[in-house]
C-alpha cells in the first residue's frame, strides 16, 4: 500500500485526465457533436486535477507504469500487476496492440477498486485517447478504444432564481446521475452534491462574472440563469462530476443580459491552447488584474507614501498593499503573466515576481511557501495559486506584502485603473464571431427551448442623421 500511495501521488499529474471517462449525453450523439468546435482543444490535463481527486480518491487507487527500455514487464511491475494479472496482461499488450519493443513514452494505467484490478489503460505516448480492458470477476474483457472527445459530456442547464443563485443551483443544477443510484442518500452523496454546486457557483459567480455581475446587490427573484457545463464520468461506480463551464447567460428579471461565451485561447508561441471567455463582441470577460490577490482579506497596511515601519522602528514609505489573512491562505498571480523572481529576498522573505503585459509588474512577500510545479519562466494564469501566506522575512504576522509596478515605478494597485484583459483579435475574432451562431443554436438543442440571444447590434448610424 505505501509504494501504491506513493505511485499514487507522484503520476498523478500525467494519468489524471486518463481517470475520467467521459459519457456522451444520450440524444445528442457523435453526428451531432461534429459540429461543436469547442471539444477540439480540450487537451489540458490541469483542469481535470482537483476534480479527480474529489470525486474518486476515497475508493479508487491507481499505479501506472512507463515503458522504456524496452522492458514491458518493469513497465506492469511499477503498475502493480503481478501473478496471473501479469500473465494476462503481458500477453494481451503483445498480442493486441504489438507492445513487444520498446515505445518509450507509452504509459500503463492499472485503477484498483478498493484494491482488486478493475481496468487496465495503455496510453500510447500521442495521448489521442487511450485503449482500455475491464475485469469482471478476475476475467479480462475486450479491448476498447476511448477517444479523446468521448470522455466530455456537455449538459444544458436552465435555472429560475428565486432566493439565491446557490439555491437556484441547487434546485435545477445537480446531475441525476451525480451519485450511483441517483439520489441523495447518505451524507457522502449529500457531500457530493454540496461539492458539486460549489464547485460550480464558484466558476459562476467569482470568475466568469464576477466583473459583471455584483451577485450580493445586483440578483433579483426572477433572474434567469442558462449554463452549459462540461461534466467528467467514472465508469466503476457511474458517478459523475463537474468540470467546468462552457458558457453561461444571466439574464435580468428588470432587463438586461450578461453572457459569457466561450473561446479556446492560444498563447503565441504555445502549442496548447486554454479556454477563455468573451462577451459578444469579443471583448475580455477579465480585467488585467484581479482586485485582491487573497479570497479574502483585510487591508491591514494601505500603500502610502510614508509610514512608520512595524520591524524596523523607523519611517519608511509603504509601496504596497498588506493583507492579513491566515497562515496558508492561497494567494493568486492577479493577472496572466511569467514568474520572474520566486526565491528568498531579505526582508520579503518567501518572494514572488511576476511580469504582466503593458508594463505592469506584481510582487507578493512574505510567502509560507510556494505553489509546487512553477518555477522562474514559468507561465501563470489570473487567478493561479502561485504560494501561501506566511511570515516569512520582516514580518509581525501572517499577511500579504502586495505590490504593483508600472514601466519599474511602484504604484498603488487601489487606485490604479485596471485596463480590460486582451479582446479577441483578428483572426480569433473572426472565428469566434462565426463560432457564435454554432454555439447558439447546439445550446438551444442541448437546452430543450430557446435560450436568449441579445439583437444584433445596430449598424452605425449613417452620417448627417
Ligand atoms: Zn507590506
Known amino acids: 500500500m505505501q509504494r501504491s500511495r506513493r505511485n499514487f501521488i507522484a503520476v498523478t499529474v500525467v494519468v489524471l485526465a486518463g481517470l475520467l471517462t467521459w459519457f456522451s449525453i444520450p440524444g445528442y450523439g457523435r453526428g451531432e457533436r461534429a459540429s461543436w468546435p469547442f471539444h477540439r482543444d480540450i487537451a489540458a490535463l490541469d483542469f481535470h486535477r482537483a476534480h479527480a481527486f474529489a470525486v474518486m480518491a476515497d475508493t479508487v487507487d491507481i499505479m501506472v507504469g512507463v515503458v522504456g527500455d524496452g522492458f514491458l514487464g518493469g513497465a506492469l511491475w511499477d503498475a502493480g500487476l503481478s501473478g496471473r ?3 494476462q496482461v503481458c500477453a494481451i499488450l503483445r498480442d493486441s496492440l504489438g507492445w513487444r519493443v520498446q515505445q518509450l513514452g507509452d504509459s500503463i494505467v492499472a485503477v484498483y477498486h478498493r484494491d482488486r484490478l478493475a481496468e487496465l489503460r495503455a496510453y500510447p505516448r500521442n495521448r489521442r485517447g487511450f485503449f482500455r480492458i475491464c ?32 439555491g437556484a443551483l441547487w434546485e435545477s443544477a445537480i446531475p441525476g446521475d451525480l451519485t450511483s443510484n441517483g439520489m441523495l442518500l447518505s451524507a457522502r452523496d449529500t457531500a457530493r452534491a454540496v461539492g458539486y454546486v460549489s464547485e460550480l457557483q464558484h466558476e459562476l459567480t467569482d470568475r466568469l462574472f464576477c466583473y459583471d455581475i455584483d451577485f450580493y446587490y445586483d ?42 461565451l466561450p473561446f479556446f485561447v492560444t ?16 471583448a475580455s470577460l477579465r480585467t488585467m488584474f484581479l482586485k485582491m490577490p487573497v479570497p479574502f482579506g483585510r487591508v491591514s497596511s494601505p500603500f502610502s507614501g510614508a509610514r512608520l515601519h512595524p520591524v524596523l522602528g523607523y519611517t519608511r514609505a ?12 492561497e494567494i493568486y498571480a492577479v493577472g496572466d503573466g511569467v514568474i520572474t523572481v520566486r526565491q528568498w529576498q531579505g526582508g520579503y522573505g518567501n518572494f514572488i515576481k511576476i511580469r504582466h503585459a ?17 518555477a522562474v519562466g514559468s507561465r501563470v494564469r489570473q487567478g493561479e495559486i502561485i504560494g501561501y501566506v506566511g511570515t516569512t522575512g520582516l514580518s509581525t504576522g501572517p499577511h500579504l506584502h502586495f505590490e504593483m509596478i508600472k514601466n519599474g515605478s511602484h504604484v498603488n494597485p487601489a487606485e490604479e485603473i485596471v485596463p480590460p484583459s486582451d479582446p479577441l483579435e483578428g483572426e480569433n475574432l473572426a472565428l469566434f464571431l462565426e463560432q457564435l451562431p454554432v454555439l447558439d443554436a447546439a445550446w438551444t438543442v442541448l437546452n430543450g427551448s430557446p435560450i436568449p440571444v441579445p439583437p444584433p447590434p445596430e449598424p452605425p448610424a449613417a452620417e448627417g442623421r
Open 267 to 282: 498563447p503565441e508561441g504555445d502549442e496548447s491552447s486554454y479556454l477563455d471567455h468573451f462577451h459578444r463582441d469579443g
Open 85 to 87: 494479472n501479469y500473465e
Open 219 to 260: 440578483v433579483r427573484t426572477g433572474d434567469s440563469l442558462w449554463i452549459l457545463i462540461e461534466e467528467t464520468r467514472y465508469p466503476e461506480d457511474g458517478e459523475s462530476g463537474f468540470l467546468r463551464i462552457l458558457a453561461a447567460k444571466y439574464k435580468f428579471a428588470g432587463g438586461g443580459l450578461a453572457e459569457a
Open 135 to 166: 475485469w469482471t470477476d478476475g476475467v479480462p474483457g475486450l479491448w476498447e478504444f476511448s477517444p479523446q472527445e468521448s470522455w466530455i459530456r456537455t449538459r444544458a442547464v436552465q435555472c429560475r432564481v428565486t432566493s439565491t443563485v446557490w
Open 318 to 329: 509603504h509601496r504596497g498593499i498588506d493583507y492579513a489573512a491566515p497562515l496558508g491562505t
Open 358 to 374: 503593458n508594463g505592469y509588474e506584481t510582487a507578493y512577500g512574505h510567502m509560507n511557501g510556494f505553489a509546487s510545479g512553477q
